[in-house]
């Protein structure tokens, strides 16, 4: 019996490495072959580009010869030897994307990335629709402007549409059009696309999304709060449109939401003690919003929270006690808000963190117990005593003419905090450009994120958070 069953293994065996070899020795197809060598010779190579990482074409045949799914950046079926993917990402790619591109003949590709490469502010082609069979469309951060072609919302199979724009004139003229039909999108990035439009409510009912960056389309009217509610949603990031209003839910979230990113909007109301059950939750950036009310005590129970970015709104009363069970913040910025206390004891917990700023609010600490603290860590901003000046902020701009009655000034204590209008219709809105120096009490995305010093500027916010977003994929 035991030799049988050897017998039958051995078989078995041999008979999978021979189909393993028969399928290795399937070669790409002639056509798609031409294909990928005529997309190749429209382009030229610019290795001194900030996007380029390392030229993939480099490696195909000149003359088109050969075996085209052995080429970086290609894959191919081992049955059919089909093209069904292409990555050409970070490829140094330089040149203007032809209207009839030889892509479109790669009817059998699943997934397609063109991202961060330079196609000299040409237009995305029309004629997405001719790839069927297409999951995976990546056109981000390599300089396609004009307007986004309609027939993309044809690819009913998407899984993953990213169209991050680094051209001031890539627009959509209407989102719910383009997106209505995708009802099976998981990831969707359109940040810096020019949308100027409201948000489109048919996103509340995408619950297979996983990832949404709609930062800085220009997006206004009232966000879809059901949308915190998605059963898979991990990212949202709808930061920088000043115009869209919204508000945190009281009640229900989306229990996998790992990272929210809000600052630069008209956000508004309390910080729910509801957010405390965000048991997954890494970073929240809700800066230069219109959040008011206490800081809740929920927060304390945020326990793999890495960024709390607070500062700029009208928040007040005392930071909790519970923010020292926040043992894995790195990030706590809560400056130029209402806040009052007489004691940081609570900051001896967060071992980790690397920065921490709470200037413009309305402490008085002894300078016995801010020397009984231990500030060596870097990119700690100096803090605020009852004898020493704290460092200033930006100038902000104004408040406009109101008829509320402005509020008291402290007269005692070290306070520098300027009365502040209390509704978004009256609180002027500020500058988002950074100071020239570090540390910096701006938006989480216009830093170097949990860094010490400042990233070659070259390399630019939209690209940060874009390798943000693969890390935590």
Not at 156 to 171: F, K, M, Q, Y
Not at 205 to 225: E, H, I, K, Q
Request: charged content about 15%.
């Amino acid at each position: 019996m035991a030799a049988l069953s050897l017998y039958l293994l051995l078989t078995w065996m041999f008979l999978f490495s021979l189909f393993r070899t028969r399928f290795a020795e399937v070669l790409c197809h002639a056509d798609e072959s031409s294909a990928l060598m005529e997309f190749n010779r429209s382009f030229r190579t610019d290795t001194t580009d900030w996007r380029c990482v390392y030229p993939k074409v480099h490696s195909w045949s000149l003359d088109g010869s050969g075996d085209c799914c052995s080429w970086d950046g290609v894959e191919c079926d081992e049955v059919t030897g089909r093209v069904i993917a292409l990555d050409l990402s970070s490829s140094c790619l330089s040149g203007t994307m032809r209207p009839n591109t030889t892509l479109f003949r790669l009817v059998h590709v699943e997934s397609l990335n063109l991202a961060f490469n330079s196609f000299n502010f040409s237009p995305i082609p029309y004629g997405f629709s001719n790839l069927s069979r297409l999951q995976y469309l990546n056109l981000s951060i390599s300089d396609f402007c004009s307007e986004i072609p309609r027939d993309i919302s044809q690819l009913s199979g998407l899984v993953s549409l990213d169209l991050t724009a680094s051209c001031e004139t890539l627009h959509l003229p209407n989102m719910g059009d383009l997106v209505h039909n995708l009802t099976g999108l998981k990831e969707l990035f359109l940040s810096s696309v020019s949308l100027s439009s409201p948000f489109p409510p048919v996103l509340a009912n995408f619950s297979s999304l996983t990832s949404l960056g709609l930062a800085s389309c220009g997006l206004n009217g009232d966000f879809p709060v059901n949308i915190f509610q998605l059963p898979n949603l991990e990212i949202l990031d709808i930061h920088g449109n000043s115009n869209l209003s919204g508000f945190l839910p009281k009640l229900h979230w989306g229990s996998p939401l790992k990272s929210i990113y809000l600052s630069n909007t008209n956000f508004s109301g309390e910080i729910p003690a509801s957010i405390g059950n965000l048991s997954l939750l890494t970073k929240l950036d809700a800066s230069e919003c219109y959040f008011s009310g206490s800081l809740p005590s929920s927060l304390g129970n945020l326990s793999h929270l890495t960024a709390l970015v607070l500062h700029r709104n009208t928040l007040q009363g005392q930071i909790p006690v519970s923010f020292a069970d926040l043992t894995q913040l790195s990030v706590l910025a809560l400056s130029s808000n209402n806040l009052s206390g007489d004691t940081l004891e609570w900051v001896v917990n967060l071992t980790t963190l690397t920065f921490l700023d709470i200037s413009g609010n309305s402490f008085f600490l002894s300078a016995g117990s801010v020397r009984s603290l231990s500030f060596s860590l870097c990119n700690f901003m100096e803090p605020p005593t009852s004898r020493a000046p704290r460092r200033s902020l930006p100038p902000r701009p104004p408040p406009r003419p109101s008829s509320r009655r402005p509020q008291a000034k402290p007269e005692t204590g070290t306070s520098s905090s300027t009365s502040r209008p209390t509704s978004p219709s009256e609180m002027p809105r500020r500058s988002s450009s950074p100071p020239p120096s570090c540390p910096k009490p701006y938006p989480l995305h216009q830093w170097p994120p949990l860094a010490c010093s400042v990233e070659d500027q070259r390399v630019g916010r939209v690209h940060r958070v874009h390798r943000e977003r693969e890390s935590e994929n």
